[in-house]
């Protein structure tokens, strides 16, 4: 069945687990370890904003460069933004924004409605009003479709 599929890729890993005597010592070691670091953790930070709360402004204003290298976190955002957002900000402003969107886009679009305004006033102006200019326009039509099924056969 479908529980069994995996089986076979899982089966040295559910082994292990169940080994009987728990972990071995490298992991026990490991752990103690990283149990004291987060107690040394606590204490430190125990010591520095409650029983002490004046020491983290004087390390920091004793020790200024490495305090303003790790409040900055290295640059690492400013160094992101100087090389990547800034460079790809001008790029889109200067290429996308006014390159595609409005000498091309909105050309095309300008253009669409010049091109529909300027056919209303042309058939704006073949309505006069006048019966005759209709029935002259009747006319004209009749010629062309008779000159096309003349030149068609």
Known sequence: ???HFLEPVFEHQAVSVAAP???TGLEMGL?????LVALLGMGIAYYF???RPQLPGLLAHRFRALYNTLYHKYYVDEIYD???VHPTEQTS???LWKGIDVSVIDGVVNGVGSLFQEGGDFLRRMQSGYARAYATWILFGAFIILLYFVARY
């Open 1 to 3: 069945g479908l529980e």
């Open 21 to 23: 005597g728990g972990g």
């Open 31 to 35: 752990t103690a370890i990283s149990v």
């Open 49 to 51: 904003y409650l029983a």
């Open 82 to 84: 100087t090389l990547i």
């Open 93 to 95: 402003r200067s290429v």
